[in-house]
Nanobody, 124 residues
């Protein structure tokens, strides 16, 4: 079992930046693939980015490639999402997710553990 807590959300103008953090507690952090998803009202939760156990592999949704960067710090048991050049369409609740061996890295159903979410609002 692993518990996840996100932070770092807020209100930012278009073109600005935010860094989200997710701290994990419980079992060995390095055993988990980590990912970020986001969700807006009335829509399904969508994949944003993922990072492999040791951080050597990263994956991004096309909509955020070149603007967002996922990273992890095993010593701190944290995963980060650096978001640059934010757009109003990035507005959503962002969720941190974890799984020991996700069958499909970009699929929300592959992740067993979720945080409570943090709101990101980008104004135009």
């Amino acid at each position: 079992q692993v518990q996840l807590v996100e932070s770092g959300g807020g209100l930012v103008e278009a073109g600005g930046s935010l860094r989200l953090s997710c701290v994990a507690s419980g079992r060995t952090f390095s055993n988990y693939y980590m990912a970020w998803f986001r969700q807006t009202p009335g829509k399904e939760r969508e994949f944003v980015a993922a990072i492999s156990w040791g951080g050597s592999s990263t994956y991004y949704a096309d909509s955020v490639k070149g603007r967002f960067t996922i990273s992890r710090d095993s010593a701190k048991k944290k995963v980060y999402l650096q978001m640059n050049s934010l757009k109003p369409e990035d507005t959503a609740v962002y969720y941190c997710a974890a799984d020991m061996n996700p069958k499909a890295t970009m699929s929300r159903v592959s992740y067993d553990y979720w945080g409570q979410g943090t709101q990101v609002t980008v104004s135009s």
